[in-house]
């Protein structure tokens, strides 16, 4: 049985919803490394928070619209992981301990999207490429 809400697939809202959300919060960790916002000081585009910057802003902002979701999330994914190992891993086990939870919870969030796509709200949706 298909849950509705207002005639629309329950699955199909929260899934955007999942998207939107995501990008929208990736995009700020990008900005802080980029331009320097936020309250931490810009980093050397040339160098690895650098590009990571540029990955978490731009690959945030194309999630957040739905744009090439299923590469960008899968890029966006490794890119998470790379960076729980590189930051969190190395200092203890448990995320919690280590302060990666954010991390690790990214890394699986972009992984579902990158296999579940961006939606019917999307622009891969408004172009027929959202499943």
């Known amino acids: 049985m298909v849950r ?21 919060l990736m995009m700020p960790h990008g900005a802080q490394k980029l331009f320097g916002a936020l309250g931490r ?3 050397p585009l040339a ?14 902002l194309a999630i957040l619209l739905g744009f ?10 490794g890119l ?26 990214y890394c699986f969030v972009f992984l579902y999207l990158a296999a579940k796509g961006g939606g019917d709200w999307s622009i891969d949706g408004c172009m027929g490429k959202s499943g």
């Open 4 to 24: 509705t809400f207002a005639g629309k697939d329950c699955n199909e809202i929260t899934l955007n919803a999942l998207r939107i959300m995501t990008g929208f």
């Open 41 to 43: 000081e810009a980093v």
């Open 47 to 60: 160098s690895l928070p650098g590009v990571a910057g540029v990955l978490e802003f731009f690959g945030g």
């Open 68 to 77: 090439y979701t299923r590469p960008v999330a899968f890029v966006l994914s």
């Open 80 to 105: 998470m992981a790379a960076a729980y190992w590189l930051a969190h891993g190395t200092k203890a086990f448990w995320p919690i301990l280590n302060q990666g939870e954010l991390a690790a919870l």
